[in-house]
């Protein structure tokens, strides 16, 4: 099993930067795929990045390309995601999630990971 630990976010004015952080504890990093995802207000869960275990392959929506960059270090146990031009419609609660790298993985599925951490506050003023 993986604990994960999220950090970094804020309040920010709109075109500013942040960079996230999601740390874990147990077993070895490298053996995970991990996603970041955002809940905004009354709004459902979604997808926002991805990168697989080794580092050969990152996703992302639609909304954040050019402006979102999600890397890791997994002799730190650590996965981020550094977040420029931010806009208010990004203001909302980002979470990491891993998924064994052994097992089937659909990057974009909120239902695709077997861990969470608790998220974190992003919230961009206009």
């Known amino acids: 099993q993986v604990q994960l630990v999220e950090s970094g976010g804020g309040l920010v004015q709109a075109g500013g930067s942040l960079r996230l952080s999601c740390v874990a504890s147990?077993?070895?990093?490298?053996?995970?795929?991990v996603g970041w995802f955002r809940q905004a207000p009354g709004k459902e869960r979604e997808f926002v990045a991805a990168i697989k275990w080794n580092s050969d392959s990152t996703y992302y929506t639609d909304s954040v390309k050019g402006r979102f960059t999600i890397s890791r270090d997994n002799g730190k146990n650590a996965v981020y995601l550094q977040m420029n031009s931010l806009k208010p419609e990004d203001t909302a609660v980002y979470s990491c999630?891993?998924?064994?790298?052994?097992?089937?993985?659909?990057?974009?599925?909120?239902?695709?990971?077997?861990?969470w951490g608790q998220g974190t506050q992003v919230t961009v003023s206009s």
């Open positions: 999630a891993a998924k064994d790298r052994q097992s089937i993985w659909i990057h974009r599925l909120t239902g695709a990971y077997d861990y």
């Open positions: 147990g077993r070895a990093f490298n053996t995970y795929n």
